[in-house]
Nanobody, 116 residues
Framework: QVHLVESGGGLVQPGGSLGLSCAASGSIRRIDVMGWYRQAPGKQRDLVAVMIAGLTANYADSVKGRFTISGDNAKNTVHLQMNSLKAEDSAVYYC??????????WGQGTQVTVSS
């Protein structure tokens, strides 16, 4: 059994910053991918940023230069620092984890709202 616990999120004004954290626990041997997706109302769930094998970061074009993902595979944690937030960043953000040999897991989601 694998559990993901997300923290962070909330309401912020345009141009502001927020941080999201995710911690995984359970039967975790090897993390292949860990990161964040988001889903706005009426839209599909899209990749925001992920860490590949704890070494390589992939970002959606829309967040490059504004968001930074960092992870610690030894602690099974990932953090997303979001700067220069825009209204279009508003969405439910989901932590995502892919474990080698076990499968993929999702967090419960945390709301990020960017509004004045």
């Amino acid at each position: 059994q694998v559990h993901l616990v997300e923290s962070g999120g909330g309401l912020v004004q345009p141009g502001g910053s927020l941080g999201l954290s995710c911690a995984a626990s359970g039967s975790i041997r090897r993390i292949d991918v860990m990161g964040w997706y988001r889903q706005a109302p009426g839209k599909q769930r899209d990749l925001v940023a992920v860490m590949i094998a704890g070494l390589t970061a992939n970002y959606a074009d829309s967040v490059k230069g504004r968001f930074t993902i960092s992870g610690d595979n030894a602690k099974n944690t990932v953090h997303l620092q979001m700067n220069s937030l825009k209204a279009e960043d508003s969405a439910v953000y989901y932590c995502y984890l892919k474990i080698g040999g076990l499968g993929s897991y999702w967090g419960q989601g945390t709301q990020v709202t960017v509004s004045s």
